[in-house]
């Protein structure tokens, strides 16, 4: 069974992981939140969105 899942929810995840394990600062999870907030108001997002599309569609496509 497939459960979809958001990317968002997915790195916030990860986020969280890394605050509590990998002692990542608060502050530096803050700064990766701008720069993403940054990146998807700058020309590059497009491309980015493209990227993480078809990665996403590569790991689709995995059969296990």
């Known amino acids: 069974m497939v459960l979809p ?5 997915l790195m916030m995840i990860v986020v969280g992981i890394l605050i509590k394990r990998s002692g990542l600062k608060g502050w ?15 020309s590059i997002a497009p491309s980015i969105k493209t990227v993480t599309t078809s990665v996403a569609g590569m790991l689709t496509g995995i059969k296990l």
């Open 28 to 42: 530096h999870a803050f700064a990766c939140t701008l720069l993403g907030f940054y990146l998807a108001s700058s």
């Open 5 to 9: 899942i958001s990317a968002a929810v």
